[in-house]
């Protein structure tokens, strides 16, 4: 048998190792109940039907109801008990132990480590993550319709922090971000740790040339878009995608803290997911990635190497039950039970 997709054991956790002047703090998930009661995933809907589905809005189109209960929630994921799964405290966890070598993708016991970055487990790990979240939000909520938002910095609108974020008495808000970009300050979508000393006009027509760059011509196939094969027993990141690299890392950056020891939350994966901010920025990030494979050419498609398709993580789901989820299950996101709002693509008339 040659076939080795990485299979990851979150029962089998161990501590990491954060960077210098990062509070200590354990990322490993609570223990469940009992390893046998893993739950093998099952679609949540039959992909015939089309009603029902979640709608994901942008961010800065939000009307008030929608923001309300999008508070809400967060709220009420930040009142859970910490050893609750289901906690913020803990939903931010996961992305910690899975991005900072918690779990072993070898024979000896944590060599090499895992982490889903930088590699073909890029886009399908996050898009199980905030499903996950997604659900227990709305399951906290009782609304089964409740969607995360996205924030949509790939459009003229969007290219700024959602005001909904800089609210100091709301959920949503995070006091270790980057106090010079606060809106209406535009996003440098390259950012590089230095504010470039350009106008606004000039910024925005550089995003929507980066954009179209990143999603169009350096991306014409599956490893350049979605990132290196990597599989069991190999060295982690082979290999990031182009938009991984930019703007997903560059955004990470842009937010997080420069007072902080590494520009917590969002400028260090450790810490990320602790700013609500994470969740709508990587829902942006999942709907490029349907973007781009629709958008035409022969080889924007998915890899189809069961190496990648088998490949597995664990998640604890709105029950607080763990499910084992493959990347084959991830391929077409209205399977999961929800879609985005159809906004328009300014980059795509934006070829540099
Ligand atoms: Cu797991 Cu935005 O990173």
Same mark, same amino acid.
């Given at each position: 048998n040659t076939e080795r997709p990485i299979v990851i054991d979150t029962t089998k956790c161990h501590p990491v190792e954060l960077p210098k002047g990062a509070r200590a703090t354990n990322c490993c998930p609570p223990k469940p109940v009992s390893k046998s009661n893993v739950i093998d995933f099952k679609l949540p809907? +039959?992909?015939s039907l089309t009603t029902g589905l979640r709608i994901r809005r942008a961010a800065h189109l939000l009307d008030d109801a929608q923001l309300a209960k999008y508070r809400k929630a967060v709220e009420l994921m930040k009142a859970l008990p910490d050893?609750? +799964?289901?906690?913020?405290? $803990? $939903?931010?966890?996961?992305?910690?132990?899975?991005?900072y070598g918690a779990y072993s993708n070898g024979k000896n016991d944590y060599? +090499?480590?895992?982490?889903?970055?930088?590699?073909?487990?890029?886009? +399908?790990?996050?898009?199980?993550?905030?499903?996950?979240?997604?659900?227990?939000?709305?399951?906290?909520?009782?609304?089964? !319709?409740?969607?995360?938002?996205?924030?949509?910095?790939?459009?003229l609108e969007g290219m700024q922090m959602p005001q909904i974020f800089t609210d100091q008495n709301s959920s949503l808000y995070d006091k270790y971000r980057n106090l010079n970009h606060q809106p209406p300050k535009l996003i440098d979508l390259e950012?590089?740790?230095?504010?470039?000393?350009?106008?606004? $006009? $000039?910024?925005?027509?550089?995003?929507?040339?980066?954009?179209y760059r990143q999603m169009v011509s350096n991306s014409k196939t599956a490893s350049l878009f979605l990132g290196a094969p990597y599989r069991a027993g190999d060295e982690p990141m082979p290999g990031?995608? !182009?938009?991984?690299?930019?703007?997903?890392?560059?955004?990470?950056?842009?937010?997080?803290?420069?007072r902080t020891p590494n520009r917590e939350d969002m400028g260090v994966f450790y810490s990320a997911a602790r700013d609500p901010i994470f969740y709508p920025h990587h829902s942006n990030i999942d709907r490029l990635w349907d973007i781009w494979k629709t958008s035409g050419g022969k080889n924007r498609h998915d890899f189809d190497e069961t190496d990648w398709l088998n490949a597995s993580f664990e998640f604890y789901d709105e029950n607080a039950e763990l499910v084992r989820v493959k990347v084959k299950?991830?391929?077409d996101h209205t399977n999961l039970g929800y879609d985005y709002e159809k906004v328009d693509i300014p980059w795509l008339a934006a070829k540099p």
């Open positions: 809907r +039959p992909s050893d609750d +799964p289901r906690s913020f405290k $803990q $939903q931010a966890n996961v992305h910690c132990a899975y991005c060599d +090499p480590r895992i982490n889903v970055h930088r590699s073909w487990l890029f886009f +399908p790990f996050h898009r199980f993550y905030l499903y996950f979240h997604e659900r227990i939000m709305g399951k906290l909520l009782n609304d089964t !319709t409740f969607a995360l938002p996205f924030w949509n910095w790939d459009s950012f590089n740790n230095m504010d470039p000393n350009i106008t606004d $006009q $000039q910024q925005l027509l550089i995003n929507l040339n980066i954009m990031p995608g !182009t938009i991984e690299l930019v703007p997903h890392n560059s955004i990470h950056r842009w937010n997080g803290d420069t299950d991830s391929l």
